[in-house]
């Protein structure tokens, strides 16, 4: 059965977080459905780059086995300014579905929402301060505790990818596309 991830995109998200996740998902034959947050046309943060998502955002999304919150700003706080994807995000906490976010969007919009409670995470050098003293901060490229997978930000990006595409199927199709795309070993 064809897993199925949700990329939500917000006025402002970084580019190279967005894009590289995408791209290495659909490589790896999961279905991916980018979301637009109260428009099918989203900007991203750098101001060059506008993506056409495939729907608009609303609460009562089909069901996905992950959602995937890039960052940059000011995406991630028009993330978590949304009550219908917070409400989402408790949804599919609770049923343990994989939720991955990188740069801002760890401290800005999982842990307010106290996602990031009792487990290690990171997030964009800085943006940790943000974190309650529940959560675990790690200084590391990409963080995966359970079904959270958190990384540091655009550089981190492509292993971010990688790490999504390992947890929704399985090594060796995240090795498969590594190799494909000529990601160092």
């Known amino acids: 059965m064809t897993k199925k991830a949700l990329v939500i995109l917000a006025e402002g998200f970084e580019d190279?977080?967005?894009?590289?996740?995408?791209?290495?998902?659909?490589?790896a034959r999961?279905?991916?459905?980018v979301a637009g947050l109260g428009s099918k046309q989203i900007r991203g943060s750098h101001g060059q780059i506008r993506i056409e998502t495939d729907i608009i955002f609303?609460?009562?999304?089909?069901?996905?086995d992950a959602i995937i919150l890039p960052g940059g700003m000011p995406g991630a706080q028009n993330l978590a300014d949304s009550a219908a994807?917070?409400?989402?995000?408790?949804?599919?906490h609770a049923q343990q579905k994989i939720i991955a976010a990188i740069c801002a969007a760890p401290a800005r919009v999982l842990a307010p929402q106290g996602i990031l409670d009792n487990r290690d995470a990171t997030c964009f050098p800085g943006a940790e301060k943000a974190f309650t003293d529940k959560i675990r901060f790690k200084s590391a490229?990409?963080?995966?505790?359970g079904h959270i997978i958190t990384s540091?930000?655009?550089g981190t990006a492509f292993e971010f990818g990688l790490a999504?595409?390992?947890?929704?199927t399985d090594k060796e199709t995240r090795d498969k596309v590594a190799k494909a795309t000529v990601y160092p070993a």
């Open 85 to 92: 994807l917070n409400s989402l995000l408790l949804k599919m």
């Open 164 to 168: 999504i595409i390992e947890q929704l």
């Open 152 to 154: 540091q930000g655009a």
């Open 141 to 145: 490229p990409v963080i995966i505790d």
């Open 16 to 27: 190279i977080e967005a894009i590289t996740p995408i791209d290495l998902l659909r490589r």
């Open 58 to 64: 609303k609460r009562d999304c089909p069901d996905y």
């Open 30 to 33: 999961i279905d991916v459905t």
